[in-house]
């Protein structure tokens, strides 16, 4: 049965694509959505970015045919925009006419009210807006096109039983994964944490190379003075330090070890090893306050406050290695390292060995030879995740770290099953060249364990 979508201004900024995933139903356009799109098209970041992207797509789609009569879409459907129904009589006294939530909101009751043989239904990521459609008798829905369909995010490992025979086996060249009867299909670099049906105390964590299940190559390497120290980093760290995965994704709480480890391995790799020529550190500018366009100074400069977490991970390194003699250089009155983490990261971006980027400056770029680690990744669209894979060049090793449950998010576009890090996540784990690890474990203090979990 074919049905008319009003699409909310947020969905339209959440994926400037979503006017081609509706089939062969009409999709309704507000005027207001159009203005509201209008007035976001200059703000920095995210939000301007796929503003002006969703304009071009609708642009496009003139040239079909006249937006206000209905063109007609590739499913079979239609797009249109809105101008009349206004009437703001269905809306109940009390509330806000001038604000642009109640102008949809009369305009999709009043069709509502017009088409009563056809559903009508309000599509928006906006939980207030989805709150008053629901009071006022309007069925609304959640753009769900990009969310993942599973209740739990896929892990990059399982725990399994055997005996000590095929344990063996592991190290003899690796195991056939159909000696282990498993009742679903190996992904290509799934780790397997084995324990022995025979004898408890033999145990094993192995990883699924695409064809047998082999032994860790990583498990007694460390990356700049790191070494791991639970399961779940040591799969982590195995992915990370492999050049043949050049695409790596790590979840987890705060305090699990995703930015430390990735870090680690980016300045052994980078630095004393030379496998790539740079190192470049991400992170989507979303805060509560206000974009990065407001803070002052120059791209670095403004880029400062978001990069803490980048600043802190290299900072606790550094006082490791110099904490155990390495490179240390004392002032003779303060018997202190001489050490500062502004100027070693400024030292290396001067030599164009590091650099710290937003998604602002990423459109059009090719990172060839590098190693590159998006920070708070659970913050980014499906879209823009899209964006930044597609900026991979020839020799290059992304990372994508992040905690995807909903209180870490602080994007009102995307949610704990529609964000770019569990959506990736999702659609590249079928892939010989990626991987992926949950880390579990809150190492970073006892504080921060007992936090993570009762808090």
């Known amino acids: ?69 209905g063109i007609k879409t590739d499913g079979g459907g239609t797009i249109r925009v809105e101008m009349n129904h206004m009437d703001m009589a ?34 928006t990521k906006d939980v207030y807006m989805a709150i008053k459609a629901d009071s006022f008798g309007i069925e609304v829905q959640d753009y769900s096109n990009d969310k993942i369909k599973s209740d739990e995010v896929y892990s990059g490992y399982i725990d399994i039983y055997t005996s000590s025979e095929n344990i063996n086996f592991v190290y003899k060249g690796g195991l056939s994964p159909e000696a282990l009867k498993l009742e679903e299909p190996l992904i290509p670099n799934q780790f397997l944490y084995i324990t022995s049906t025979d004898d408890d105390n033999h145990k094993v964590v192995a990883r699924f190379d695409g064809k047998n299940i082999v032994p860790l190559k990583y498990a007694k390497s460390s990356a700049w003075g790191l070494t791991p120290i639970n399961m779940e980093q040591k799969m982590a760290f195995e992915l990370l330090m492999d050049k043949d995965i050049p695409f790596v994704t790590i979840t987890g709480g705060a305090g699990s070890g995703k930015t430390i ?59 490791a290695k110099i904490g ?24 290396y971006r001067m030599r164009g060995v590091i650099e710290t980027k937003t998604f602002t400056y990423m459109r059009g770029r090719t990172l060839s030879d590098a190693i590159v680690i998006v920070d708070e990744a659970q913050e980014l669209t499906p879209h823009l995740a899209k ?39 999702e659609k590249m784990k079928q892939f010989q060249i990626t991987g992926h690890v949950a880390l579990k474990q809150v190492e970073r203090s006892q504080l921060a364990r007992i936090a993570e979990r009762y808090m």
Request: charged share 25%; glycine share 8%.
């Open 1 to 69: 049965m074919v049905k008319n979508y009003i699409l909310d201004t947020n969905v339209i900024i959440h994926d400037p694509y979503c006017f081609y995933n509706f089939e062969d139903n009409n999709i309704i356009l507000p005027i207001v959505a159009i203005e509201e799109l209008d007035n976001i098209k200059n703000r920095e970041g995210m939000v301007g970015y796929h503003a002006r992207m969703a304009a071009r797509e609708i642009n496009a789609l003139r040239e079909r045919g006249n937006l206000e009569q």
């Open 261 to 319: 480890l990735a870090t680690a391995v980016a300045l052994e790799k980078v630095i004393e090893q030379g496998e790539y020529s740079k190192i470049v550190f991400v992170r989507p500018t979303v805060a509560a306050g206000n974009d990065i366009g407001y803070l002052p100074g120059n791209e670095e400069e403004k880029l400062r406050p978001w990069m803490g977490s980048f600043y802190d991970a290299i900072g606790n390194l550094m006082n």
């Open 387 to 425: 964006l930044m894979l597609t900026r991979a060049g020839f020799g290059s090793k992304f990372v994508f770290i992040g905690d995807p449950t909903d209180n870490q998010i602080d994007n009102v576009l995307v949610d704990a099953k529609s964000n770019g890090l569990v959506y990736t996540v």
């Open 324 to 347: 155990s003699g390495e490179s240390a250089k004392h002032s003779r009155s303060t018997g202190k390292p001489e050490f500062s983490v502004d100027n070693f990261i400024e030292t």
């Open 90 to 123: 269905c809306i109940p006294i009390g509330i806000d006419t001038n604000k642009n939530d109640t102008r949809i909101l009369a305009m999709t009751k009043n069709l509502q009210n017009e088409y009563k043989d056809m559903p009508t239904i309000l599509v």
